[in-house]
Structures are given as C-alpha cells and as structure tokens.
C-alpha cells in the first residue's frame, strides 16, 4: 500500500522561527514535492526534487528551502517563519515517467501539515 | 508562465443530476492531465487521468475529454450522489512529469 507520511498534522510556531517539515515515502519513488495550499488558490508548488541531492524550484519558493539527503525523505524548511507562510503543506512523491513503464505520473499525497505562524 | 484556469469555483447540484468542471492549460508541451478529488480534512487522491493522445476516458460515472486544438480538458460527473461532495483539482504536466500546474479547484457539494 502506497504511503506518504509527514512529521506532523498541526504546527504552532512563532515569527523567526525555524521550522521544519519532514516528508517520507515508502514506495522508491524518484520525484518527491512540496506544495502549499490555500483557499482559492488551489496547490501551488513550492519546491520538488528528482533525485537525492536535486532540487528544483518551483512557483512560490521565496522564503523556503528543501534538503534531500535520502531517496524516501524530502524536507521543507522554512528559515524564518512568517505569518504569511501559515498554511496547509502537502507533500507528494511519484515515480520517474521517463524511467519507470508502471508510472503515468501520479503523485500520491501525505495527509498534510497546518501550519501556523504566531 | 505555465498556468492552468479552472471553472467554476463552486458548484451545487441536485443529487442525480450532472456536473461539469472545466480546465484550460496554457502549455501545448503538457501530456498528461490528472484529476484529484479532495475530502475534507483528506489528502489530495487521484480518481481519473488522461493523456494526450486520447480525447476521452472513461471509469463508472466519471469521464473526462480532452481538446489539445483548443487546450482544454473537462470532468464530468454523471448520477451524482452526496459522497461526490468534494473538491476537485485538475492538473497539466510539463517536462517529463516532474512539473505539475494544478488548478485553483473546485468545490462540489451534491444536495440530497
């Protein structure tokens, strides 16, 4: 059973701080995101990688940062937190379509972290 | 950029009756187009897709056609029943499948 869990569901933290946000996937799936989603603006990438160590940006990435030291974990960072970054994080993984015939590129989500920033 | 509209923003529909959501893309690159269906309170899930060389698909009460000439693609929900109130994404993808542009979904509720 395919599973993308993140570290936590709720997050209360203040402005300046440092805050991290930590994504696991169990299914060796090569590309791994990171998105934000809020109210009428549907999901908006912040960050994806499609490799260990790679790292792309992507639409919003102002005042984020991933780490991607392992295949199955993807980390957002958020260097100092601000209360416009309160937010809903989804992150997602899918298979490599260029390399994997199993992928039509589907991206399976986790369950989402709310953040707020105090 | 690459962006992808989505209409309407809302809809309501009687149980039973039909609903259309539209998407527009702007990137003639984009061959594969997913659609999620979101829960309250649950992630993002993917119910349908299709790709490029195909103008229509099929599953149960769930189609979805595509029109590469005009750039635009739509799902459509037919019998619908409570259980389909949700939000719904659909969503292009650009480069090999690692870029997806998702649009600003649209939130279905079905009255009984």
């Known amino acids: 059973d395919v599973k993308v869990t993140q570290s936590s569901r709720y997050l209360v933290k203040r402005t300046g701080e440092k805050v991290f946000l930590e994504c696991v996937q169990d299914?060796?799936?090569?590309?791994m995101f990171w998105y934000r989603q809020d109210p009428g603006l549907g999901l908006r990438l912040i960050y994806f990688?499609?490799?260990?160590?790679?790292?792309e940006k992507g639409d919003i990435p102002e005042g984020y940062s991933v780490s991607r030291e392992k295949k199955e974990r993807f980390s957002l960072i958020l260097e100092s937190a601000s209360t416009n970054q309160t937010s809903m994080y989804l992150c997602?993984?899918?298979?490599?379509?260029?390399?994997?015939?199993?992928?039509?590129?589907?991206?399976?989500f986790g369950p989402g972290t709310r953040l707020t920033v105090l | 950029g690459e962006n992808v509209e989505q209409h309407p923003s809302t809809l309501s529909v009687q149980e039973g009756d039909s609903a259309v959501i539209k998407c527009t893309y702007s990137?003639?690159?984009?061959?594969?187009f997913p659609w999620y269906k979101q829960e309250l309170g649950k992630r993002p899930q993917l119910i349908i897709d299709?790709?490029?060389?195909?103008g229509e698909k099929k599953d149960q009460r769930i189609a979805v056609t595509l029109n590469k000439t005009a750039k635009h693609f739509s799902l459509h929900i037919t019998e619908t029943q409570p259980e389909d109130s949700a939000v719904y994404f659909c969503?292009?993808?650009?480069?090999?499948?690692?870029?997806?542009?998702f649009g600003a979904g649209t939130r279905l509720f079905v009255k009984a």
């Open positions: 990137d003639s690159a984009s061959n594969y």
């Open positions: 299914m060796d799936h090569e590309n």
């Open positions: 990688s499609y490799d260990v160590k790679m790292k």
């Open positions: 299709i790709r490029s060389n195909v």
């Open positions: 997602a993984s899918s298979l490599d379509i260029r390399t994997s015939a199993r992928s039509d590129g589907e991206q399976f």
């Open positions: 969503a292009a993808t650009y480069t090999g499948g690692f870029k997806t542009i």
